[in-house]
Structures are given as structure tokens and as C-alpha cells.
């Protein structure tokens, strides 16, 4: 018969033996649990890998005209709608130009005095200072032969004892007078101008010629015509409105030939180049697109809100009519496009020391494949040597945690 004492310490041992079991089961199974690290995979691919840079831009014309007041005034007539298209030479607007119309035939008077000056200078002076020059040297020739002839008689009547010599020499000095009186008249003839004074009545005329030319340009500014066939897109005044100098009057463009300024952050521009395919959205036109091509890079880095950019002029191809200048777009350009490429998602790419690498799994394992990179956009990567077509790569720990060669792993969905 079985004592009690030493049955009970039987059954002792065996609950402690089972919990000493337990124990380790769940020590082992939660060590297997936490050395085996979960992963994503994807498997690498063939397709197009398209390398784009996205950014904003405002549409403008190509082809753009734009009228301001050239002196304050009152707008008198306006011919034209916002939106109506403008045939070359129509009147569109007109500014009360009374004002302007007689300073233009003031400045064309002063043109006209001008080249009646230099004309008469040029041909020895007006017809009337002609005359009276003409007149001046008669006289002067009459008086002079006078006095001489008085000489004569005076020096006749000293040697006779009849005259005195101061009374013959003061008859030869008024000879001498005239002489001198003759011959600045005779000269002025001959040289009726310097050259100084013509170079005067030049420049004079050249002054009326600009005030001319600076009127006539006030009063064709007041009277706005249309250059060319186009749409008047902007029309910010109103009939009977003060304006002042330098008020914009109008805008008009050809509403056919717009292009696109884009504002690219300064990293981006050196993938871009003159030639790249870019495509054009309109928030106002959704799911239509619109497509260009670069036409010039930007020549300097201006600051733009709080970013750095390049301004990049886009030729816009098919805009039709659906677009409007000052229309905020978004800009994508193509900067690299790759047929039937070998990718890989990026996030799986790993480098180290310059040496790029992916990581796959072999037997439950994490191994480290050495791979040979070409185009890389934001998503993908273009592998070229290292993995094959539909080849699985890890693309990290779904727990966040860090993986390396030889890592125990297995994959969840």
C-alpha cells in the first residue's frame, strides 16, 4: 500500500515537469517566432519605364498686343466686347484726343518754320533779306564812288592852294569806310552763312522733326487700332473713364498660338533639355490633356513664393480654343523613356558603398544579389544585369525592422 505522503510528491513532480515543459515550447516557439523576420516581395517586370518631372505654369500668347493710355484723358469710344475676335486695322478704342491733335499741328508748323529757315540760310537768306542786301551794297557802291571822287577833287584843289590837307584827309577816310562798309556787304553775299549757323538751323529742325513724330504718336496711340487678326481677351476700361498715363487700355492675342511658362525647381532642370515632351492639364478641361515640347531652358534661377525655379518656355501643339492666356496649368515633362525595361519597384534598391545590390529569398533566407541600375524614376528602377524577368525581390520588413544577408524571413501577402 502506497504511502499518502509520497503519492502526493509523484504528483508534484508531474505538474511541475508538464509546466517546466510548457514553458520551454513557448520559449521556443516564440524564439522561432521572433528570429523570423515578415517581408513583401514583388516580382521584377517588363514595361516602359517613363522618367517625368511634374510642375505649374500660366499660358500665355505667343503673339500678344497690348494698349496703354499714352497721356491722361477721358476713353471716348470703345468699339469692341471682351472675347470678340479683331480684324487687322479696326478701330477698337478711342481716347479723347482733341488735345493731342492740336499740339501735333502746332509741332507740324514748328517742322515747317524749321526747314523755311534752314532753306533760306542755305540760299543766302530770305527773299526779302536778298532784296534789301541787293539794296545795301548799291548804296554802298554809290556812297563809295562819291567819296572818291570827292578825294579827287580835294587833292585838285590843295595843290592849287585851295583846300587844306586835314580837309583832304578826312575825305580819304570816309573813302576808306566805305571801302571797308563795300566789302563786309560784298562778303556777306558771298558768304551769307557759317557754318556754325547752319549747323544751328539743322539741329533745329531735327527738334521740330521729334516733337512732330512724338505728337503724331500720341494721337495714333489715343485711336487704337487692331495689328493684326486676333481676340481682345482683356478690355479693363469703360466708356467715358479718366485714365492716366500708362493705363492698359486693352489686351489682344492670337488666341491660336500659346505656350506655356513652367516654373521648374531648380534640382529638376538639369534632367531637362530643349526638345523634351511635355504634357499639358487644365483643372478647367478634366481628363483633357494638351501636348508640347520644351522651346527654351531658363538663362538664370529666380525666387518663385517660397521654391527656387527656372522658367521654361513649352510650345503648346493642340490647344485649340479651349485655352485662355493667365490659365494655371501642370507641366509634365519626359525626361527619359525606356522600352520594354527590366524594373524593379525602387523601394527594393539598396546601395552601399556605391555598389548597388537587391535582396531576394533562397531556402527561408535574405540573399544579397549584386545588380548592374540604368533609368530610375520616382517608382521603378531599370535593372540590366542581376535579375531575371518575373524573379521575386524583397522590398522590406512589414515590422519596420532593418534586414540583411542571411536573415531568416518569410514572405506575407
Same mark, same amino acid.
Given at each position: 500500500?502506497?504511502?499518502?505522503?509520497?503519492?502526493?510528491?509523484?504528483?508534484?513532480?508531474?505538474?511541475?515537469?508538464?509546466?517546466?515543459?510548457?514553458?520551454?515550447?513557448?520559449?521556443?516557439?516564440?524564439?522561432?517566432?521572433?528570429?523570423?523576420?515578415?517581408?513583401?516581395?514583388?516580382?521584377?517586370?517588363?514595361?516602359?519605364?517613363?522618367? +517625368?518631372?511634374?510642375?505649374?505654369?500660366?499660358?500665355?500668347?505667343?503673339?500678344?498686343?497690348?494698349?496703354?493710355?499714352?497721356?491722361?484723358?477721358?476713353?471716348?469710344?470703345?468699339?469692341?466686347?471682351?472675347?470678340?475676335?479683331?480684324?487687322?486695322?479696326?478701330?477698337?478704342?478711342?481716347?479723347?484726343?482733341?488735345?493731342?491733335?492740336?499740339?501735333?499741328?502746332?509741332?507740324?508748323?514748328?517742322?515747317?518754320?524749321?526747314?523755311?529757315?534752314?532753306?533760306?540760310?542755305?540760299?543766302?537768306?530770305?527773299?526779302?533779306?536778298? #532784296?534789301?542786301?541787293?539794296?545795301?551794297?548799291?548804296?554802298?557802291?554809290?556812297?563809295?564812288?562819291?567819296?572818291?571822287?570827292?578825294?579827287?577833287?580835294?587833292?585838285?584843289?590843295?595843290?592849287?592852294?585851295?583846300?587844306?590837307?586835314?580837309?583832304? #584827309?578826312?575825305?580819304?577816310?570816309?573813302?576808306?569806310?566805305?571801302?571797308?562798309? !563795300?566789302?563786309?556787304?560784298?562778303?556777306?553775299?558771298?558768304?551769307?552763312?557759317?557754318?556754325?549757323?547752319?549747323?544751328?538751323?539743322?539741329?533745329?529742325?531735327?527738334?521740330?522733326?521729334?516733337?512732330?513724330?512724338?505728337?503724331?504718336?500720341?494721337?495714333?496711340?489715343?485711336?487704337?487700332?487692331?495689328?493684326?487678326?486676333?481676340?481682345?481677351?482683356?478690355?479693363?476700361?469703360?466708356?467715358?473713364?479718366?485714365?492716366?498715363?500708362?493705363?492698359?487700355?486693352?489686351?489682344?492675342?492670337?488666341?491660336?498660338?500659346?505656350?506655356?511658362?513652367?516654373?521648374?525647381?531648380?534640382?529638376?532642370?538639369?534632367?531637362?533639355?530643349?526638345?523634351?515632351?511635355?504634357?499639358?492639364?487644365?483643372?478647367?478641361?478634366?481628363?483633357?490633356?494638351?501636348?508640347?515640347?520644351?522651346?527654351? !531652358?531658363?538663362?538664370?534661377?529666380?525666387?518663385?513664393?517660397?521654391?527656387?525655379?527656372?522658367?521654361?518656355?513649352? +510650345?503648346?501643339?493642340?490647344?485649340?480654343? +479651349?485655352?485662355?492666356?493667365?490659365?494655371?496649368?501642370?507641366?509634365?515633362?519626359?525626361?527619359?523613356?525606356?522600352?520594354?525595361?527590366?524594373?524593379?519597384?525602387?523601394?527594393?534598391?539598396?546601395?552601399?558603398?556605391?555598389?548597388?545590390?537587391?535582396?531576394?529569398?533562397?531556402?527561408?533566407?535574405?540573399?544579397?544579389?549584386?545588380?548592374?541600375?540604368?533609368?530610375?524614376?520616382?517608382?521603378?528602377?531599370?535593372?540590366?544585369?542581376?535579375?531575371?524577368?518575373?524573379?521575386?525581390?524583397?522590398?522590406?520588413?512589414?515590422?519596420?525592422?532593418?534586414?540583411?544577408?542571411?536573415?531568416?524571413?518569410?514572405?506575407?501577402?
Amino acid at each position: 500500500m502506497t504511502e499518502p505522503g509520497r503519492q502526493s510528491s509523484g504528483n508534484a513532480a508531474l505538474w511541475i515537469g508538464a509546466a517546466l515543459a510548457l514553458v520551454l515550447v513557448f520559449f521556443g516557439v516564440r524564439r522561432l517566432t521572433r528570429d523570423t523576420v515578415p517581408i513583401r516581395v514583388a516580382p521584377s517586370r517588363v514595361e516602359d519605364l517613363i522618367d +517625368s518631372t511634374s510642375t505649374n505654369g500660366i499660358v500665355e500668347p505667343t503673339v500678344y498686343f497690348s494698349a496703354h493710355a499714352p497721356v491722361a484723358g477721358i476713353v471716348s469710344q470703345i468699339y469692341v466686347r471682351a472675347g470678340e475676335l479683331a480684324h487687322r486695322g479696326q478701330m477698337l478704342l478711342r481716347l479723347d484726343d482733341a488735345d493731342s491733335r492740336s499740339k501735333l499741328a502746332a509741332a507740324v508748323a514748328g517742322v515747317r518754320a524749321a526747314e523755311a529757315s534752314l532753306q533760306a540760310l542755305e540760299a543766302g537768306g530770305s527773299r526779302r533779306q536778298q #532784296l534789301e542786301l541787293t539794296g545795301n551794297i548799291d548804296k554802298a557802291q554809290i556812297e563809295r564812288g562819291q567819296a572818291a571822287r570827292d578825294v579827287a577833287a580835294l587833292k585838285k584843289l590843295e595843290a592849287q592852294g585851295a583846300a587844306s590837307p586835314s580837309e583832304v #584827309l578826312q575825305a580819304e577816310q570816309r573813302l576808306q569806310l566805305d571801302d571797308a562798309s !563795300l566789302a563786309s556787304l560784298e562778303k556777306q553775299r558771298n558768304q551769307p552763312f557759317t557754318p556754325l549757323d547752319l549747323d544751328h538751323a539743322r539741329a533745329a529742325l531735327k527738334q521740330a522733326q521729334a516733337s512732330e513724330t512724338a505728337a503724331a504718336l500720341v494721337v495714333e496711340q489715343s485711336n487704337v487700332r487692331a495689328p493684326w487678326d486676333g481676340t481682345v481677351y482683356s478690355l479693363p476700361v469703360s466708356r467715358y473713364e479718366y485714365v492716366g498715363p500708362g493705363t492698359e487700355l486693352l489686351e489682344m492675342a492670337d488666341l491660336s498660338k500659346l505656350r506655356v511658362r513652367a516654373y521648374f525647381d531648380e534640382p529638376d532642370i538639369g534632367n531637362l533639355k530643349v526638345g523634351d515632351p511635355v504634357t499639358i492639364v487644365w483643372a478647367g478641361r478634366p481628363g483633357g490633356k494638351m501636348h508640347g515640347r520644351i522651346t527654351r !531652358l531658363p538663362s538664370t534661377i529666380m525666387t518663385y513664393g517660397t521654391r527656387n525655379v527656372g522658367e521654361v518656355l513649352v +510650345s503648346i501643339d493642340d490647344a485649340g480654343d +479651349s485655352l485662355l492666356p493667365n490659365t494655371n496649368v501642370t507641366a509634365t515633362v519626359t525626361t527619359r523613356s525606356v522600352e520594354n525595361a527590366l524594373t524593379v519597384p525602387r523601394e527594393a534598391l539598396h546601395i552601399e558603398n556605391g555598389r548597388d545590390y537587391v535582396y531576394t529569398v533562397e531556402r527561408g533566407a535574405l540573399r544579397r544579389v549584386p545588380v548592374e541600375v540604368g533609368a530610375i524614376n520616382l517608382t521603378a528602377v531599370q535593372i540590366l544585369s542581376g535579375v531575371s524577368a518575373g524573379e521575386s525581390v524583397v522590398l522590406g520588413a512589414t515590422n519596420g525592422a532593418p534586414i540583411s544577408e542571411g536573415m531568416p524571413v518569410r514572405i506575407v501577402e
